[in-house]
Every structure is written in C-alpha cells, then in structure tokens.
Nanobody, 112 residues
Framework: QVRLVESGGDLVRPGGSLRLSCTAS?????MGWYRQCPGKQRELVAT???????NYADSVKGRFTISRDNAKKTVYLDMTSLKPEDTAVYYC?????????WGQGTQVTVSS
C-alpha cells in the first residue's frame, strides 16, 4: 500500500503563487497532480516520471511547474499567476505496478 501525504493548499489572491507538496511512502516512477473543481470531474494538472518527463494540462502550461526530489520521494507543484478558475481540491496521484493511489487532497482557493 502506498501512502501519499499532501500539503500546501491555501487561500491566495488572483495573480498569486503557491507551492504544493506530496510525499510518498515509497519510491514511485510516475507521480502527478490532478484537481477537482466544484461540480466537475477530476482532471489532470501535471505529471512527472522519475526520469523527468513531464506532461501538463493546456490550462496550466506556462503558469504551473511540476518537479520532484526522488531522494525525498516528493513531488511539487509550483503554481504562479493563479486565477479564480484554479480553485479546486488538488490531489496527488501515483501509479505503481498498474495500481493508482491518491492522496487525501488539499484545497486551493483563489479569491480576492
């Protein structure tokens, strides 16, 4: 069983920045971030393999950056130029041995 612990969600003003962190209980190749806005399905934000291959949703390209520290088993999401439509619960996701694991979610609210 893989445990994912997220942190970093907060209330931030439009145009602001925030960093999310997710630490896994074991080393995992593919980790990433998804988000779920109220009344909508969960959607991809960004993913990153252990070797550094990244994938971003079009809506966050140029504003969000995913990175990871493999030694710490941690993946980060640096979010800049935040918009009200970025408001969502952000979930860390890990894929290992064809199994998908989710964190508990962290709330990001972008509002003035």
């Amino acid at each position: 069983q893989v445990r994912l612990v997220e942190s970093g969600g907060d209330l931030v003003r439009p145009g602001g920045s925030l960093r999310l962190s997710c630490t896994a209980s074991t080393s995992i190749n593919l980790m990433g971030w998804y988000r779920q806005c109220p009344g909508k399905q969960r959607e991809l934000v960004a993913t990153m393999t252990a070797s550094g291959v990244t994938n971003y949703a079009d809506s966050v390209k140029g504003r969000f950056t995913i990175s990871r520290d493999n030694a710490k088993k941690t993946v980060y999401l640096d979010m800049t130029s935040l918009k009200p439509e970025d408001t969502a619960v952000y979930y860390c996701r890990a894929v290992m041995s064809l199994n998908i694991y989710w964190g508990q979610g962290t709330q990001v609210t972008v509002s003035s």
